[in-house]
């Protein structure tokens, strides 16, 4: 059972204009979601974070937004840039159940071309 | 962020015998380290959480006695591929962190023939 979603393995966009990354979650005790970057052959490295108490957080070009409601959350990043390009998970916890497990979501392919 | 290392990068290693992995936190006392296996196109998968000094408390479906883990200091944690098949091929992958944030290695690929 996925409890972390992520429905588009890939995505492409124009240098300059927005890239939407979503998530779905299906866990209603996920309280804390996380966002990474990916390059390949590499860890990944924190993006941005956001809180359930919150409904956005905003970081420079990186905006997450949660709805709790709809358990959805997306990742803005504007302008997109060509260093932008890599795989993006989507992360969930339950930080006031105690837990410090992060589940992943598969992932979204961007490729921000030129 | 902590900075975390991998040794090896990469390793190929013939059926039937055992691989190390090293995970090491290089500016942050880690009491908790965790490893995650990626395969292609697939998300991280936590395959153990690492306890210094302590047993590692692993994800249902993984075998504890074919993946061993050794949590002997605060900055480094050990991962053991035991008699290793190509199936164990994959991408290993080992963070350091609290509730609030994971940061992680670079990761390393095992490549069983």
């Known amino acids: 059972d996925q409890q972390v979603k992520q429905n588009s393995p890939s995505l492409s966009v124009q240098e300059g204009r927005i890239s939407i990354l979503n998530c779905d979650y299906t866990?209603?005790?996920?309280?804390?979601f996380l966002w990474y970057k990916k390059y390949p052959a590499e860890g990944p490295t924190f993006l941005i974070s956001?809180?359930?108490?919150?409904d956005k957080n905003e970081d420079g070009r990186f905006t997450v937004f949660l709805n709790k409601s709809a358990k959805h959350l997306s990742l803005h990043i504007v302008p997109s840039q060509p260093g932008d390009s890599a795989v993006y998970f989507c992360?969930?916890?339950?930080?006031?159940?105690?837990?410090?497990?992060?589940?992943f979501g598969k992932g979204t392919k961007l490729t921000v071309n030129p | 962020g902590a900075v975390v290392s991998q040794h090896p990068s990469r390793v190929i290693c013939k059926s039937g015998t055992s691989v190390k992995i090293e995970c090491r936190s290089l500016?942050?006392?880690?009491?908790?380290m965790f490893w995650y296996r990626q395969f292609p196109k697939q998300s991280l998968m936590l395959m153990a959480t690492?306890?210094?000094?302590?047993?590692?408390?692993?994800e249902q479906g993984v075998e504890k006695d074919k993946f061993l883990i050794n949590h002997a200091s605060l900055t480094l944690s050990t991962l053991t591929v035991t008699s290793a098949h190509p199936e164990d091929s994959s991408f290993y992958i080992c963070?350091?962190?609290?509730?609030?944030?994971?940061?992680f290695g670079p990761g390393t690929r095992l490549t069983v023939t």
């Open positions: 956001i809180s359930s108490i919150k």
């Open positions: 866990n209603s005790m996920f309280d804390y």
């Open positions: 963070s350091v962190g609290g509730k609030y944030e994971q940061y």
């Open positions: 500016d942050f006392q880690a009491t908790t």
């Open positions: 690492s306890n210094e000094g302590s047993k590692a408390t692993y």
């Open positions: 992360a969930a916890s339950n930080v006031q159940g105690g837990s410090e497990k992060l589940v």
